[in-house]
Nanobody, 123 residues
Framework: QVQLVESGGGLVQPGGSLRLSCAASGLTLDYYAMGWFRQVPGKEREGISFISSTDGSTWYADSVKGRFTISRDNVKNTVYLQMNSLTPEDTAVYYC????????????????WGQGTQVTVSS
């Protein structure tokens, strides 16, 4: 059974940093594209960062480009999202997800999701 477990969220002041982790079990991440999404109440789930399974290429939404970095550790079967220079607009529940094949910036093609981790940016 595939399971993705996010961790690392919390309360941070504006300008601060957090590193989210997405630990996978029941599958080998090497073969999957991985994505980080976020969602605030009343809004659609937003794709913010993705990493391919093949060449390690990455993609970032304009809203996080230059501040967030996605990476993967295939030995630990874990994907990370390093978030720097956080602003209140980054407050959301953050989810990781996986899919076979290439990256996709929309949620539909992703196969399994974690339960999410809350990130709150506030002074």
């Amino acid at each position: 059974q595939v399971q993705l477990v996010e961790s690392g969220g919390g309360l941070v002041q504006p300008g601060g940093s957090l590193r989210l982790s997405c630990a996978a079990s029941g599958l080998t991440l090497d073969y999957y594209a991985m994505g980080w999404f976020r969602q605030v109440p009343g809004k659609e789930r937003e794709g913010i960062s993705f990493i391919s399974s093949t060449d390690g290429s990455t993609w970032y939404a304009d809203s996080v480009k230059g501040r967030f970095t996605i990476s993967r550790d295939n030995v630990k079967n874990t994907v990370y999202l390093q978030m720097n220079s956080l602003t209140p607009e980054d407050t959301a529940v953050y989810y990781c997800a996986h899919k076979i094949g290439g990256m996709s910036t929309i949620p539909g093609p992703y196969d399994d999701w974690g339960q999410g981790t809350q990130v709150t940016v506030s002074s």
